[in-house]
């Protein structure tokens, strides 16, 4: 079970690193790009030998290579700068002093993104950020949770979902607390609070699939069992740091509503599954506050 934790650990980072990375058509070019700027322009990098080539995508969709050859003294050209000006017009931002660079390029593109002034500082470009509030019920067989039977019981809980405010954020932050019940068969019960992250690789307007991480959980259980002939019952508080892999999708049904659906527990980097096939599933509906 192990063996196949991690390769299912390894697999599914893997896909995301893939899913991180979109397929574009430049000047007649196919290339895979990875986007490392995301908002009025986008800077989108491929790796190729050690050394990078640098795109920039605007709001129109158009995406140009920012280029600066040399000539055959060494003398560059620095065409990328004339290029950038063109893109950022009217904002009086400088191109002198933006360097060729990953960094360089990085901290120019996110200046004027984030509204910034003709030396590209951040003192003035405060990220906001915007919260959503949700509620969920669902089913759950405990795949962590060290039980002989195979049993489902029921869930329900509430989160609150922490992102930056943009369109189509793709990355975001949470706290969860989630009930679960007992049943006849399992006299288990527990409450667990949980703060994690979810990115989002698959994100247009009208609904998103995303990977969901919970990174760490305090859980307060108790269960009572037959010892004896007798009735026990006992009761725990565990902090942990379980790494928990899931799915979930938001469906947007209003302006500020949405429908969203996760199937959690797919799997855990450090806490071993129970050897039942994972059942965690979740409805609920969340709203931006």
């Known amino acids: 079970m192990k063996k196949l934790s991690f390769l299912l650990a390894s697999f599914f980072m893997y896909s995301l690193n893939m899913l991180a990375q979109q397929t574009y058509t430049v000047n007649g070019e196919s290339l895979e790009l990875s986007l490392e700027v995301e908002g009025d322009l986008d800077l989108l990098l491929l790796k190729q030998n050690d050394r990078f080539r640098f795109f920039v995508k605007d709001a129109h969709e158009h ?137 989002r690789f698959i994100n247009p307007s009208k609904f998103n699939i995303y990977a969901n991480l919970q990174m760490a959980t305090y859980t307060f259980s108790k269960q009572t069992a037959v010892f004896n002939e007798e009735d026990m019952t006992v009761k725990n508080n565990a902090f942990r740091a379980p790494f928990i892999f899931g799915l979930g999708s938001d469906i947007k049904v209003s302006s500020s509503g949405y429908m969203t659906f996760i199937y959690n527990e797919l799997f855990s980097v450090f806490v071993k599954n129970n050897g039942h096939f994972p059942v965690n599933f979740s409805i609920g509906y969340k709203m931006n506050l």
């Open 63 to 199: 995406i140009q290579e920012l280029i600066n050859s040399k000539d055959i003294d060494g003398t560059y050209f620095n065409e990328y700068r004339h290029t950038l000006e063109k893109l950022t017009e009217g904002s009086n931002m400088s191109t002198e002093l933006v360097a060729f660079s990953k960094y360089g390029l990085k901290q120019f593109i996110k200046a004027y993104n984030g509204k910034g002034t003709k030396r590209f500082a951040y003192t003035n470009d405060k990220v906001k950020t915007q919260t959503r509030i949700g509620v969920f019920t669902g089913m759950t067989n405990h795949p962590l949770v060290d039980h002989p039977g195979n049993v489902k019981t029921a869930l329900f809980g509430v989160e609150l979902e922490l992102f930056e405010k943009k369109e189509l954020p793709r990355q975001s932050g949470f706290i969860s607390v989630e009930r679960t019940l007992k049943h006849d068969d399992f006299d288990y019960v527990s409450t667990i609070i949980a703060l994690g992250y979810r990115f």
